[in-house]
């Protein structure tokens, strides 16, 4: 089976910088996905990686191990609206197959 | 431009009654997926359509469920009869032909069987 495992719940400070780590354990690899989800809303994506190292988009970037089944989220100068869940997928298959996804962790920012 | 959009938002139903969920993806997005998030579980997946035909139907749970993509563009989630166990979000998805990159997603359509 696949499993994805990421911590249920983190919070951090506003201002301050958060990593949110995600290891998986998969019977195929063909790339691995964050996504942002706030309550009620669609998931969005955030980042992609399928290469080893590190790919930054503005206050937010991402990180991929493949030979060690690790990524981690790393998320800077934090702003009350990064209070959501943050979702760490692989695609499992090739192409345009579906996502796998963790459960997610639900990220809480405090003045 | 418009993003993927699913109806209803929120469907209450008794069990044993049918449901259908709809989705409209990105205009020209071939590729579209339903998921689903049962309460404290992760968003599982469906099944995945490209264009009208069934790429990948794996994730669906019984035949109780029905999906359709006729014509390659809305789509339907039919559930029929409906249990309790069904309860949880249906989310969709589109994606660009041929693109491994990202998904994206609609709203999603709440379900609670009483």
């Known amino acids: 089976g696949q499993n994805i495992d990421q911590p249920t719940e983190m919070t951090a400070t506003e201002g301050a910088i958060v990593q949110i780590n995600c290891t998986y354990q998969?019977?195929?690899?063909?790339?691995l996905f964050w996504y942002q989800q706030h309550a009620g809303e669609a998931p969005t994506f955030l980042s992609y990686n399928v290469l080893d190292g590190l790919e930054e988009k503005g206050r937010f970037s991402s990180f991929l191990s493949r030979s060690k089944g690790y990524s981690y989220l790393l998320l800077k100068e934090l702003q009350m609206k990064d209070s959501a869940s943050y979702l760490c997928a692989v695609r499992v298959g090739g192409g345009a197959d579906g996502l796998t996804f963790g459960k997610g962790t639900h990220l809480i920012i405090q003045p | 431009e418009a993003g993927v959009t699913q109806f209803p938002s929120h469907s209450v139903i008794e069990k044993g009654q049918t449901v259908t969920l709809r989705c409209d993806p990105i205009s020209g997005h071939d590729n579209l997926y339903w998921y689903r998030r049962v309460m404290g579980k992760e968003i599982k997946f469906l099944l995945h359509?490209?264009?009208?035909?069934?790429?990948?139907e794996s994730g669906m749970p019984n035949n109780r469920f029905l999906a359709e993509r006729t014509g390659g563009t809305y789509s339907t989630l039919k559930v029929q009869p409906a249990e309790l166990e069904d309860s949880g979000v249906y989310f969709c998805a589109s994606s660009v032909t041929g693109y491994a990159g990202e998904l994206f997603f609609g709203e999603g359509s709440r379900l609670t069987v009483l």
């Open positions: 998969t019977s195929g690899f063909n790339g």
């Open positions: 359509f490209v264009k009208e035909s069934k790429q990948d």
